[in-house]
């Protein structure tokens, strides 16, 4: 990688991390179940998503961000569409036409948003586990810190009506089997990353912080905005320790 390329995917992380959190910051003070939310929803994703893309490549370089932007993608999509037609891994539910555009029945920004969190939910775990952790740790916890992020998730989206659940749960109206299907399925993605994008020593500290920041906004939002203190409690223990301390180990491994 060049430094020009260097430089200019470091602009673009830049400017897609300020799209996103403008969105983020708008998304609550439009209509719920409303034309705004519903269009502010793939460009929150979507920046995201180009985030993650540009650091991973600066990371990893283009070849290996590519293919594990694609392999994580689809396989996600697919998942999300067995899940859809048979209820498993997640349990029964289908998705309305308020989210456009769709793929065979799946949302288009649906595997996005797992692509989006994934890497950062790798490296967080990274950064959690120090450098002596094994493959198999940081897809243990990458796991773990992923579906967490999906407690701030599915509340948002039921919320908005992009998806339905067969049978109510008692989280907010979402089933156990939903987080652990996430959980099972955020272990076979964080197997993908671990073969597509090697750990390094040292953790990379733009997904870290991304990971972080994701949570402290959510948190933040539900509990100010969105007026839901179980899911900002929920999420917010489930996110938070995760990404306070990997932001705090990466700096301090920095200063080492």
């Not at 470091?10 to 996103?20: D, Y």
């Not at 969190?117 to 940081?138: D, F, K």
């Not at 599915?154 to 067969?166: I, K, L, N």
């Not at 299907?181 to 912080?209: I, K, S, Y």
């Amino acid at each position: 990688m060049t430094r020009e390329g260097d430089a200019g995917l470091l602009r673009t992380a830049t400017a897609s991390v300020a799209l996103c959190w403008l969105a983020m910051v708008a998304y609550p003070l439009a209509q719920r179940r409303g034309q705004a939310r519903r269009l502010l929803t793939p460009v929150v994703v979507g920046s995201l998503a180009v985030t993650t893309s540009a650091v991973v490549v600066r990371r990893w370089g283009v070849r290996r961000g590519a293919i594990a932007a694609v392999v994580v993608s689809l396989s996600t999509a697919l998942v999300e569409r067995i899940g859809t037609s048979t209820g498993v891994p997640f349990g029964r539910y289908r998705y309305t036409d308020r989210l456009r555009p769709a793929v065979a029945g799946v949302p288009v920004v649906v595997p996005l948003a797992w692509w989006a969190m994934a890497a950062p939910s790798r490296e967080a775990a990274h950064a959690v586990l120090g450098r002596r952790s094994t493959p198999w740790e940081r897809v243990a916890v990458g796991a773990f810190a992923l579906t967490a992020w999906d407690l701030f998730l599915d509340p948002q989206m039921v919320a908005e009506d992009f998806w339905r659940w067969r049978r109510a749960g008692r989280y907010r109206g979402i089933p156990a089997t939903n987080f652990a299907g996430w959980l099972l399925t955020g272990v076979a993605v964080m197997a993908v990353l671990e073969r597509m994008l090697p750990a390094r020593p040292q953790p990379d500290a733009c997904l870290v912080a991304e990971y972080a920041a994701m949570g402290a906004m959510e948190t933040v939002g539900f509990a100010a905005f969105f007026r839901d203190p179980l899911v900002a409690a929920t999420g917010g223990a489930a996110m938070l320790p995760i990404g306070v301390r990997a932001l705090a180990r990466t700096l301090r491994m920095s200063d080492d």
